[in-house]
């Protein structure tokens, strides 16, 4: 119940067809639950892979994100068969920070246009082209959208706090669709945008292997494959936390891996373990991977069954969905504990941050890494020892010291007998070489 609108909502934001967000979620989230090292995490598409899912999806279309995620996935699982999960834990965690806010910001301007029902032909990619382009369309404001948006938002926010172990997401959602077809409102739909949901998968392929394809998408793969190992590992170990177990970085990140080939070969989205849905399903009561086993099921069925209304799901409802998950992706409740701690992390958060919304997500990453590495390295280099020169001065007694000078007198009239000895003993008769 969780899973399937943020499902669909993701794919939207991503540029992609929302049936690609459920296909993603069935078969990207079945191999995760069936191989991965956390006994509890749920798999699917994820908020964290919207920037660059969109930017490769815009760049060299939806093929090449197919072959980008189907090389990301047999990275990971070069990854988890040379033990790199371990790996992870080196990188430094104000970039994750950094990264994780920008990805945020960028996810929150992406839903402007829907959550305030904007006539704008397409949203750029680009923030800084981003925000005059919502600017200049702001006279198409549409209020009926915007009241469905803040209903849909104010009842996910007000659900959870009321019921936590409800499916809130969903019943918001559904809510706030529901004010379309009540009061007649000209708001968009799924259907009316995207058309009917396929109520199928679609039949397995493999993507085009062409060389100069791989080496063009290498890239785009390497981040697709970053970010799903790093997602990953951190939810298995918010997961560890609340169920007290201990996961298996290696085999996640090999799971990870056959997830996204999978994924990949029927035309789905990159996939990773999704912190919000796992810590659902430990609130929930799962306990075993058979949980995200089910979940997949379960998804697949609705799909093949209910598929068509799926279709009446409001536009502004899911972008109220969007922004609430790019709210909870930024954690605003630790930006506190960030100001106060050290420069040089806030430092690395801020630059990240800058870059990711501002650059490229890829050249954050890559800087944001190689910086705290340098920074962490410099750090160690340059760290002054606790460690001290023992007092060893030490003052005698009159007592002491008159003692001290009879022993010493002692020794001295020892060493002169001794010397004297040697000298009175008799010394053997040389022989002159020369009269041999």
């Known amino acids: 119940m969780v899973a399937m609108p943020l499902s669909l909502a993701i794919a939207i934001a991503s540029g992609a067809d929302p049936a690609k967000g459920l296909v993603t979620a069935i078969i990207g989230g079945f191999f995760i639950s069936l191989l991965g090292g956390s006994r509890v995490q749920i798999g699917g598409p994820t908020g964290a892979f919207i920037v660059v899912v969109f930017n490769v999806i815009a760049t060299h279309g939806y093929d090449g994100l197919v072959l980008a995620t189907f090389m990301a996935g047999i990275i990971l699982v070069l ?25 945020g910001i960028i996810i929150a301007s992406s839903q402007l246009k829907d959550f305030m029902g904007l006539q704008l032909a397409s949203v750029p990619a680009d923030f800084l082209e981003k925000v005059p382009a919502l600017w200049h369309a702001r006279d198409s404001f549409n209020l009926p959208a915007f009241g469905v948006a803040m209903v ?3 009842l996910i926010i007000g659900l959870r706090k009321a019921f936590p172990r409800f499916p809130g997401l969903i019943v918001a959602v559904a809510l706030g669709s529901l004010m379309i077809v009540a009061f007649h409102l000209p708001v968009e739909t799924l259907y009316s945008r995207f058309g009917a949901l396929p109520q199928s998968l679609p039949v397995p392929s493999l993507p085009d292997l062409g060389w100069a394809r791989i080496v063009e998408l290498f890239p785009s793969a390497l981040i697709i494959a970053f970010l799903a190992g790093v997602e990953s590992l951190l939810s298995a170990m918010v997961a560890d936390r609340m169920i007290d177990g201990n996961h298996r970085p290696n085999a996640e990140l090999t799971a990870q891996g056959f997830a996204n080939i999978a994924s990949s070969l029927f035309m789905g989205l990159p996939a990773t373990g999704a912190i ?15 949980a995200g086993i089910v979940h997949a099921i379960v998804i697949l069925l609705v799909m093949l069954i209910a598929a068509p209304l799926a279709g009446n799901l409001a536009m502004p409802a899911l972008a109220a969905l969007l922004m609430m998950t790019a709210w909870n992706m930024s954690e605003p409740h630790k930006w506190k504990s960030y100001a106060a701690g050290q420069r040089s992390d806030l430092f690395l958060l801020v630059l990240t941050l800058v870059l990711t919304v501002l650059v490229d997500l890829t050249v954050a990453i890559g800087v944001g890494v190689s910086l705290g590495l340098a920074m962490r390295w410099w750090e160690r280099r340059t760290a002054t020892s606790d460690w001290t020169t023992p007092d060893r001065s030490w003052t005698a007694s009159e007592e002491e010291a008159e003692a001290i000078a009879h022993e010493m007198e002692a020794v001295a009239h020892e060493v002169e007998e001794i010397v004297q000895g040697v000298k009175a003993a008799p010394s053997g008769k040389k022989t002159d070489p020369a009269s041999a």
């Open 79 to 103: 990854a988890g068969y040379f033990r790199v999960g371990r790996l992870i834990a080196f990188i430094p965690e104000a970039v994750v920070n950094g990264f994780t806010i920008g990805i």
């Open 152 to 154: 849909t938002l104010v």
């Open 276 to 290: 919000a849905r796992t810590a659902t399903n430990v609130k929930a009561g799962g306990q075993t991977p058979v």
